[in-house]
């Protein structure tokens, strides 16, 4: 004879006890925990001790940030919010984030760092390409001058070409009415307006 363990009396009689999570019940007395519908040849969840059916277990957890379906399997946090591994994914190229270095823009949308640099680095006003790390780089160099940026390679005189670097000597920017030049080309320029 034994006692049931939701209720403490005793189990008597044919059919009247069921055995479930290593204790004995009532059949009347194993119900879901939260609905209270007897779970007696049901499927059923073992939480913390307690019997739940299915469709009270499936509301119980957590649902994904992005397709709303419970997560059922292995949960991925991030930013704050579960998701299946599968739906966390870049917002432009769609490619899963599982295990990959991610960021968020201003309104929390996920990207891929790659694609994140494409939307919203600066952009060279020569080439109009964004200004990001070459691949398998974390940063890069841009030039700001005239409140414009430039990448390194696009930032030359607006006359003859030359790379412009304030780092070699007579290289630097001599910029003119919103014009980047070289010394040589800002002079010739220089001349030919004080000649009219």
């Given at each position: 004879m034994s006692l049931c363990s939701k209720c403490g009396l005793k189990v008597v009689g044919e059919d009247s006890?069921?055995?479930a999570m290593d204790r004995v019940f009532h059949v009347a007395c194993f119900t879901c925990a939260t609905c209270q519908k007897k779970l007696r040849g049901q499927p059923f969840y073992a939480m913390e001790s307690k019997a739940f059916c299915e469709n009270c277990y499936v509301s119980s957890l957590e649902k994904c940030a992005t397709c709303s379906k419970p997560i059922t399997e292995r949960i991925l946090r991030a930013t704050g919010k579960p998701y299946h591994p599968a739906c966390?994914?870049?917002?432009v190229c769609g490619d899963s984030l599982d295990g990959v270095p991610f960021t968020v823009?201003?309104?929390?949308?996920i990207h891929c760092i790659k694609d994140f640099h494409k939307k919203?680095?600066?952009?060279?006003?020569?080439c109009l390409q964004p200004i990001m790390p070459e691949q398998g780089q974390e940063e890069t160099v841009r030039i700001v001058a005239l409140d414009r940026s430039f990448h390194v390679g696009c930032y030359r005189?607006?006359?003859c070409g030359l790379?412009?670097?304030s780092e070699v000597d007579?290289?630097?920017?001599?910029?003119?009415?919103?014009?980047?030049?070289?010394?040589?080309?800002?002079?010739?320029r220089v001349q030919s307006l004080t000649a009219m």
């Open positions: 006890g069921c055995t966390f994914t870049c917002v823009d201003a309104t929390n949308q919203f680095a600066p952009r060279c006003s020569v005189c607006e006359d790379q412009l670097s007579g290289q630097g920017c001599y910029p003119l009415d919103d014009h980047v030049l070289c010394r040589e080309c800002n002079g010739k």
